[in-house]
T-cell receptor, first 113, second 112 residues
Framework: DTAVSQTPKYLVTQMGNDKSIKCEQN?????MYWYKQDSKKFLKIMFS???????INETVPNRFSPKSPDKAHLNLHINSLELGDSAVYFC????????????FGPGTRLTVT | AQSVTQPDIHITVSEGASLELRCNYS??????LFWYVQSPGQGLQLLLK??????LVQGIKGFEAEFKRSQSSFNLRKPSVHWSDAAEYFC??????????FGTGTRLTIIP
C-alpha cells in the first residue's frame, strides 16, 4: 500500500483553466502539506493542515486553495492557471510530536501551456 | 534568518568511491535535520534524520550522516557508492515551525 498517494501524476492544461490535485495518506498522520518544486528543483512549502485546520499559508496566490475534507486527505485546487504555475507539486504528511519527519507522495507534474 | 545551504550543486564520483555531501544550516539552536533523496521522476524518500543524541546517525541504503554543532553541519556520507545512488539529494531542516526548509539540492552523478 502506498503511504502517501497523489492523483494525477501528470497534468497538462491550458492557461486560465481550473484544476485540482488530490492527496491521500494512510499513515494515520495528523498533519499534511503541499510543496512546490520549481524547474530548478527548489522545494518550497505552500500550505500545511493539521487535523483539517490550516496552519501554514506561505504567501501563495489566492488562486491556490487547499481543502482538507478529513485528516487523511488534502486536495489542492488551482484557479485561473498561469504559465508560472508549471512545477511539480508534492504532498507530504507527518505525525504531530516527536521528530516530525515528513513522508512525501510521488508528485504531480503540472504543465500549463 | 533560518536557512539550509548545500554548497555543492553537482558532484561526480566513481562507482565504489566514497561520498560526502555537505549541508549547513543557520539557526540559533539545533533544528530537526533530514536528508532526502529524489530519483529522476520520483518523489522524495527519507534517508535519515537527527535531532539529538548520537551525532552519527545511520540511515537506509548504507548512508550515514554526522551532525557537528560547532560547524552547524549535517553532512551525508556513504563509504562506497553504487550506480543506483545517482539522484538528487536534499538536506532539510525543521526550525520548530512545522515546515521543512530545504537546501537547493546536490545532484550526484556516478561514473563507471
Amino acid at each position: 500500500d502506498t503511504a502517501v498517494s497523489q492523483t494525477p501524476k501528470y497534468l497538462v492544461t491550458q492557461m486560465g483553466n481550473d484544476k485540482s490535485i488530490k492527496c491521500e495518506q494512510n499513515l494515520g498522520h495528523d498533519t499534511m502539506y503541499w510543496y512546490k518544486q520549481d524547474s530548478k528543483k527548489f522545494l518550497k512549502i505552500m500550505f500545511s493542515y493539521n487535523n483539517k485546520e490550516l496552519i501554514i499559508n506561505e504567501t501563495v496566490p489566492n488562486r491556490f486553495s487547499p481543502k482538507s475534507p478529513d485528516k487523511a486527505h488534502l486536495n489542492l485546487h488551482i484557479n485561473s492557471l498561469e504559465l508560472g504555475d508549471s512545477a511539480v507539486y508534492f504532498c507530504a504528511s507527518s505525525q504531530v510530536g516527536g521528530i516530525r519527519e515528513q513522508y512525501f507522495g510521488p508528485g504531480t507534474r503540472l504543465t500549463v501551456t | 534568518a533560518q536557512s539550509v545551504t548545500q554548497p555543492d550543486i553537482h558532484i561526480t564520483v566513481s562507482e565504489g568511491a566514497s561520498l560526502e555531501l555537505r549541508c549547513n544550516y543557520s539557526y540559533g539552536a539545533t533544528p530537526y535535520l533530514f536528508w532526502y533523496v529524489q530519483s529522476p521522476g520520483q518523489g522524495l524518500q527519507l534517508l535519515l534524520k537527527y535531532f539529538s543524541g548520537d551525532t552519527l546517525v545511520q540511515g537506509i541504503k548504507g548512508f550515514e550522516a554526522e551532525f557537528k554543532r560547532s560547524q552547524s553541519s549535517f553532512n551525508l556520507r556513504k563509504p562506497s557508492v553504487h550506480w543506483s545512488d545517482a539522484a538528487e539529494y536534499f538536506c532539510a531542516a525543521n526550525f520548530g515551525n512545522e515546515k521543512l526548509t530545504f537546501g537547493t539540492g546536490t545532484r550526484l552523478t556516478i561514473i563507471p
